[in-house]
């Protein structure tokens, strides 16, 4: 028995699916819910990203992902270059995973803060009308993209042995 592996698959596994599934509910869902109930969905969502766990939540999820998915690939193939059709498809998946992930960490963390900030001048009565409907938009086009990334990462790794 090769506990490594298998602690590595039970990290790599369970934090893709709670990060990759909290992620494609946030974007498919959640977040277009919200919107279309106007200030309560916003309200909701300040709530949601500023005063509960679920950012750090996401974080940690996707960082137990991606190191132990590189640690994973390296345990099994000990190389990082694809040789056969298995290894492109996990590599390909991987470079969606770990894009998507920097992503996260260059743009949505830094939008989400912003957003933070903005809605705090907003609630003192600032007009951050303008400054709010651009990092929404630039949130809304990079979370899309992130979430067919991860899309694609899913896919690739559910099948890549089978390639």
């Given amino acids: 028995m090769d506990t490594y592996v298998i602690?590595?698959?039970?990290?790599?596994?369970?934090?893709?699916a709670l990060w990759a599934g909290t992620a494609l509910a946030s974007v498919f869902f959640i977040q277009p819910s919200a919107r279309a109930v106007g200030e309560p969905g916003e309200e909701f969502m300040r709530h949601l990203m500023g005063k509960t766990r679920l950012p750090a939540f996401m974080g940690a999820s996707a960082v137990a992902t991606v190191v132990s998915g590189v640690l994973l690939y390296w345990h099994d193939f000990g190389a990082i270059?694809?040789?056969?059709r298995p290894m492109l498809g996990y590599a390909i998946g991987a470079v969606a995973a770990i894009t998507a992930w920097l992503v996260g960490l260059t743009v949505m963390l830094p939008s989400g803060r912003r957003m933070e900030e903005l809605g705090g001048r907003a609630s003192r009565g600032e007009d951050v009308g303008?400054?709010?409907?651009v990092t929404t938009a630039r949130m809304s086009r990079y979370d899309r993209t992130a979430s067919w990334l991860m899309i694609l990462a899913v896919a690739l790794m559910a099948t890549a042995r089978y390639l």
């Fill in 7 to 16: 602690v590595l698959r039970l990290l790599h596994v369970t934090g893709g």
């Fill in 81 to 84: 270059v694809p040789f056969n």
């Fill in 130 to 133: 303008a400054a709010i409907a």
